[in-house]
């Protein structure tokens, strides 16, 4: 059979490996692990853009170039270009006139200069009072011909962009090519509003007008959409003008259209675009402060790209609830800011979507949360920051990735059973194997399960650990919050790889106390409530170690203040400052309680109060454990380094 190699034409390569996120996850990482939420890290990734060889633009470099675009466009001139070069012209045209009339001895001549003379000084009225009028002078004929061809296409130009330039000599069979398009256009927004129009009738419209559209839409909705934010710019326009402005101006398009023969099928697509886009701010008014004079035509074209930035600058600053790159337009993105951007963007919207699709964030009901396998790499990255910072002569411990997480060798070997996690004694397997009547005449040696020999190694004795973290306002006002957050997380990774078999509990205490679950540690933040109750957190710490009554107890306490708050029977938080002295005797009973228990506490203190340090130096005294006073940068080595003392020592 004959075979051809080619590129995969069928979607995106299946074999190529999986988009590389986990830099993108580091970063946003370092975010949460100084105390960010999950879903600002991602915003603030996302507004810095991507890191390393593949760097693209961020949303903030984007916003900076759209800002800066529309300060452009505010100063890049006047509304009032096009009354002021109609002025100019008609002023042009009756001193031709004049100059005309001025030798001319005859009654006619004084009776035009005395109609002259009555213009109104509106240029619009001025304009259509002389539209029957009969030019002596040829000049002026043709000067009010060109004003005319002037509004003719500034009018045109505001609702089509680009027709100015076609209509530039027109000619009667030009304007009704126009006028055809127009009715053409109005019937299949018509058709479409009944659920009559297909796709086919706007193909065979754009094969007949297509060139009057220089953005050459692909459906009848582009189409709309260009057309509504043109119109839309043009009702600004008019509202950003003064009242004598506006009024002139309107005047002017209305007659102008009218005298065209346009005017009732213009004012039907007006109609038909404000139906279907109302959600477009047609009348709100912009303010430019250019020294140039615009036409109609620019000036609109600069307003409907100004509604473009605004809407685009809303949506790059990713600032509402629930937000997301989706929401970007991205063919708004690149008529501000080029092709290059929109590439920037599918970048940044690729990170976001494959951090999803890989497992490491999900949203639940419209919230941003990380799942475990995101927590599990947090957790290795904040232990590997630790054990960066100890030590290695001081801290006896380091990465060994050969080593398992068993005891000792013994020397001796047993049976392989189901569930063992020692290590194959390899040698006596294969003995076994021999023995067994394994071997065959080609070489090879078929192996049984029942072959199987484990290596035993000495039993290592298991632990049930509890750190007590201290969530309450005044770690955050301490700047201590985030260290604290970070050891737990160091912790919690430590013991699932290195001391599998340990039970850990991590347990979060302000007014109240509770059980933090892993996947919750990331995105944990502080509690913006009174009260230190350790009280109950040392509740639920023994009853955690009396679920595991043959492992050695360790408990570790975080915290930057005395308690002041305690469990009332009835289940009610009791807070007080400073602390009552019910508090205190109901958490130094339940340190006693440890004590009993074996359980030897020691307590990381972040502040260096009298009142704590007092309170500290009474739970030491107690139970015999240890106090340490780091600073917020260090907390991460000293609960690791003091675990593994405690570990080692047993």
């Not at 005319?148 to 009667?172: H, I, K, M």
């Not at 003064?242 to 346009?262: F, H, M, V, Y």
């Not at 970048?347 to 976001?352: H, K, T």
């Not at 890989?358 to 790499?377: D, I």
Request: overall charge negative.
């Amino acid at each position: 059979m004959a075979y051809r190699y080619g590129e995969y034409q069928e979607g995106p390569d299946p074999l190529a490996p999986p988009y590389d996120v986990r830099a993108a996850l580091d970063e946003m990482g370092d975010a949460i692990l100084s105390g960010s939420t999950p879903v600002h890290a991602l915003r603030d990734l996302l507004k810095r853009g991507l890191p390393g060889a593949d760097e693209r633009r961020g949303l903030d470099e984007m916003l900076r170039e759209v800002r800066r675009r529309r300060r452009e466009l505010r100063e890049s001139g006047r509304l009032d270009g096009t009354l002021e070069k109609a002025r100019a012209l008609l002023d042009k045209a009756i001193g031709q006139e004049r100059a005309e009339l001025f030798p001319d001895p005859s009654d006619a001549a004084r009776m035009r200069e005395a109609e002259l003379d009555a213009l109104p000084d509106d240029t619009a009225s001025a304009i259509q009072q002389l539209t029957g009028y009969e030019w002596s002078s040829a000049a002026a004929r043709q000067t009010f011909e060109e004003l005319r061809d002037l509004l003719r296409r500034e009018v045109l130009d505001t609702q089509f962009r680009g027709l100015r330039d076609a209509l530039a000599n027109p000619d009667p069979a030009a304007m009704e090519r126009v006028r055809q398009m127009l009715a053409a256009l109005n019937d299949m927004l018509e058709r479409d509003a009944r659920g009559e129009h297909t796709q086919q009738d706007f193909e065979q419209f754009m094969a007949e007008y297509g060139d009057m559209f220089p953005e050459k839409p692909r459906t009848l909705e582009e189409l709309v959409d260009i057309l509504a934010r043109r119109a839309a710019a043009t009702q600004r326009m008019l509202a950003s003008m003064t009242p004598r402005q506006r009024e002139e101006l309107s005047s002017l398009i209305n007659q102008t259209l009218d005298q065209a023969g346009l005017g009732e099928q213009m004012r039907r697509l007006g109609d038909a675009l404000t139906s279907r886009r109302p959600d477009l701010a047609w009348n709100t008014p912009e303010r430019l402060t250019g020294d140039e004079p615009l036409g109609m035509g620019d000036a609109v074209t600069a307003l409907e790209e100004l509604a473009d930035l605004t809407q685009l600058e809303a949506a790059l600053r990713q600032d509402y609830p629930g937000a997301r790159l989706d929401d970007i337009d991205e063919a708004a993105v690149r008529r501000a800011l080029g092709r290059s951007a929109v590439d920037d963007l599918d970048a940044l919207r690729r990170i976001e979507r494959e951090l999803e699709e890989q497992g490491y964030l999900l949203r639940r009901r419209g919230k941003l949360e990380l799942t475990p396998k995101a927590v599990r790499r947090l957790g290795e990255t904040a232990l590997r920051r630790v054990f960066a910072s100890l030590d290695a002569g001081r801290r006896g411990d380091h990465d060994q990735h050969d080593a398992g997480s068993a005891g000792e060798l013994t020397g001796a070997s047993r049976p392989w059973h189901f569930g063992d996690e020692q290590p194959i004694d390899v040698v006596r397997t294969l003995v076994n194997g021999i023995r067994n009547g394994g071997g065959r005449a080609g070489g090879a040696l078929k192996l049984s399960v029942d072959d199987f020999e484990v290596a035993e190694t000495e039993r290592r004795t298991a632990a049930a650990v509890c750190l007590l973290v201290d969530l309450s306002y005044s770690m955050a006002l301490r700047g201590t919050w985030a260290a604290a957050k970070q050891t737990a997380l160091a912790l919690q990774a430590l013991v699932a790889s290195k001391f599998p078999q340990d039970a850990v509990q991590i347990i979060g205490f302000s007014n109240y106390a509770r059980v933090l679950q892993p996947d919750e540690l990331a995105g944990l933040d502080w509690d913006m409530v009174q009260g230190t109750n350790l009280h109950h957190a040392l509740l639920i710490a023994g009853r955690h170690l009396d679920r595991h009554p043959d492992f050695e107890p360790v408990v570790l306490v975080v915290t930057d203040g005395e308690p002041t708050a305690h469990l009332m029977r009835n289940g009610r938080s009791a807070f007080e400052w400073p602390p009552s002295h019910e508090t205190l005797e109901l958490t130094l009973a339940e340190v006693d309680k440890m004590t009993r228990r074996r359980a030897t506490i020691n307590v990381f203190m972040l502040a260096a109060d009298d009142r704590l340090r007092e309170f500290v130096d009474e739970v030491a005294r107690r139970n015999g454990g240890r106090v340490f006073s780091p600073s917020a940068e260090r907390l991460g080595e000293y609960v690791v380094s003091d675990f593994l003392r405690l570990r080692r020592a047993r």
